[in-house]
Each structure stands twice: as C-alpha cells, then as structure tokens.
C-alpha cells in the first residue's frame, strides 16, 4: 500500500535520488517527521517506503522514534532492516545502541555491516566491545575485516 | 564529441551497462552531438559497497561517508576522472545520486534504476545540470515518470554540458595518436 502523504513529503520518496528526503527530515518539521514515524511503523505500507522513511528518521536523528523502530524491526525484511539500523546508528541513543546490539547476529551479513558502521557511528565503549567481537567471531570475513577497520587502537 | 567514462560494476549489482550507455547515446547525441565512451569496465568483488550508507545526496555541502569515500576511490587512474558505479542501492533505496567526494567525479546507479537514470546521473556530473520540472526532459525526476520517451535536454542544458572540461573532440584525439 502507498502511504498517504503530503505533495512535498511524497515527492521527496519518489525523487530519483535522497536529496530532497534528506533535506526535508533535517528540516525536522512536526508533521513531516509524524508522517515518517507512522510510515516506518506501519507493516500495511510497500517495503520502499518504509525503507525511506526508517532512513529519514535517522537522518532527522529522531530519538522519539527508537521503539517504533524497535517494534517494527523483527519483521522486517532485510532491506529494511538494513534502513532501521542504519537509522538507529544516526540516532546514536543509548536505547538506539541496546537495540543495535540485538542484531549483531542477524542471519543477514548485509544487516551486520549496518550494525558495524551503526556501532561505530554509536562509539560507546559498550558498542566498541560489540565491534570487537564481531571483528573476532562474525562468520562472515569480510564483517571481520569491516568491524576490525572500525575497531580504533588501544 | 566524446565523453570518455570508467564503469565499475559492483559484484551482486543487476546491471545493464550496454543498454545505459546506449540510452544516454541516445539523448546524448542527438541533443548535444556527444556520445559516451567506455574506456574501462570493471567488475570488483566487494560486498561491503553492494549497499551504500549514504546521509544526503546533496551538490554543496554533500557529506561523505567511508562507504562512499571506499567506493569512488575505484575505477581511478585509468584515462578519465569520470566513474560510473553500478550498486545494489543506498540504504534507503533510491535510483541513484551524483554526490561524489572532491576530486573524484562520479555518480552511481542502484537496482532501482529507470533506463534513464545512468543519462540522467551523467548529466548532473557533466554539465552539473539540476532537476527541472518538465517531464519530457532528461533532468526530470523520477526518470522513471519521464513521458514521450526518448527524454530531451534544452539548448541551455546542452550548452553547460559542451563547457565541461571531460569532453574530448575526436579530431583532437587523432591528431594525438
């Protein structure tokens, strides 16, 4: 189903490229944002527009959407999973991290890479701890490899 | 005229460089007498930028994240400073951008992708045309909702992209052999 949307807001979702959407959800208007926060939340609307709303709402960094974000997630597809992490990782929250780390062993490596660069946008010591692991234990070499570029120093 | 490019397909992206290239001819050469030119092709095995994480495709001020910075370092060195990148996508599932980090021109197309898109990326790198409203034009968004295909460029779009320094005359390219 497609979402029902004010014109400024819908021309944004189906421009060719993010501008526009990124452009209006760092403007933070209070209807705009509402509007994503229900299109994110709502399993009846077509997975492109979830996925762009879950990643607007990282963009605008929007902390009053972590447990819609939360609730959505376990079913969700990958793609859009992928979009909420990456949008929890902007949104950097300590709430935001603890659902981060839940999904560090999704069966999906692409959603792990997002939970990597999440994590490392995120940057808590709790969250370097999970990027330390991963680099050591992810079945997959390339997140290794990922996680260890992110991990810093001692 | 030739517009001389470096196409870099990323393993896992659904690419149809051929028929692209053949689009862009297409408007390309009958509005502005330039044809693009494919000077290298590369497929690169790197799963990591099957997937862009991307914050805005912005012209000023666009932010450049490490996949980004990862992904148009590739394709470098090899007789233009033009890249095209094939993707699965950004994160949020868009068609394709042409915010590129300094220095390194380029755009890139998703899965998403209309046939119009790989021309209509091209034409915000070379020429550095924005979008306009008509939907008969190249630079209309969605490309996917162009109408009375094959899509136009204006004398005024043409003209930005004759000024780009990419261009190459083929005379000048004889005489240099």
Known sequence: MKPNMEPELQAA???????????????????????????????SVDAEYRR???????????????????????ELEPRERMAAIDALGRIGTAPALAVVERYADDPSPQVRKFVVEALDRIGAPEARATLRSMAAEDPEGWIRSLASERVPER | MIIPIVIVVIEGADEDVDGDVQRADQVWSSESGIFVDVVARLTVDRPALQILSQTDCSGAGHVVSADEDELFDLGRGLGTDLVGYYIVGDVAGFAGCAAHPPGRRGFWVGDAASPWTFGHELGHVVGDNSHVSDSDNLMSTPTANITNPPPDLTADQTARIL????????????LNL
């Open chain 1, 13 to 43: 979702f189906e421009a060719e490229e993010s501008g526009a959407l990124s452009a209006l959800a760092r403007k933070g208007r209070a209807e705009h944002v509402e509007s994503l926060r229900e299109i994110a939340a709502d399993p």
């Open chain 1, 52 to 74: 762009k709303a879950l990643w607007a709402l990282g963009v605008a960094e929007d902390h009053e959407s972590v447990p819609r974000i939360e609730s959505a997630l376990p």
């Open chain 2, 163 to 174: 000024d780009d320094p990419a261009l190459l005359c083929v005379s000048s390219i004889v």
